[in-house]
Nanobody
Framework: QVQLVESGGGLVQAGGSLRLSCVAS????????MGWFRQAPGKEREFVAR????????YYADSVKGRFTISRDNAKNTAYLQMNSLKPEDTAVYYC?????????????????WGQGTQVTVSS
């Protein structure tokens, strides 16, 4: 069982930055792919970014490419999402997730564990 706890959300003006953190329990963190998803009111949960456990390969949604950076520190059991040049349309609850055995890790179904979410609000 893996427990995930996100932090770092908040209110920021457009053009600003935030860094989200996701701390995982357990001793097998490095074997999991870590992903970030977001969900805005009335919308489905959407993929934002992921980093694989096997080789730290990263992949981003087109909407955040060049603005967001996903990373991980296996020694701290923590994944990060650095968000720069934030836009009002980035406003959502952001969730981190951990999964193993998947392929692309761009859909929620490839993840086994989820955090409780952290709110990000970008004002115009």
């Amino acid at each position: 069982q893996v427990q995930l706890v996100e932090s770092g959300g908040g209110l920021v003006q457009a053009g600003g930055s935030l860094r989200l953190s996701c701390v995982a329990s357990g001793r097998t963190f490095s074997t999991y792919a870590m992903g970030w998803f977001r969900q805005a009111p009335g919308k489905e949960r959407e993929f934002v970014a992921r980093i694989r456990g096997s080789d730290d390969n990263t992949y981003y949604a087109d909407s955040v490419k060049g603005r967001f950076t996903i990373s991980r520190d296996n020694a701290k059991n923590t994944a990060y999402l650095q968000m720069n040049s934030l836009k009002p349309e980035d406003t959502a609850v952001y969730y981190c997730a951990a999964g193993r055995g998947g392929s692309y890790y761009t859909t929620p179904y490839e993840y086994d564990y989820w955090g409780q979410g952290t709110q990000v609000t970008v004002s115009s």
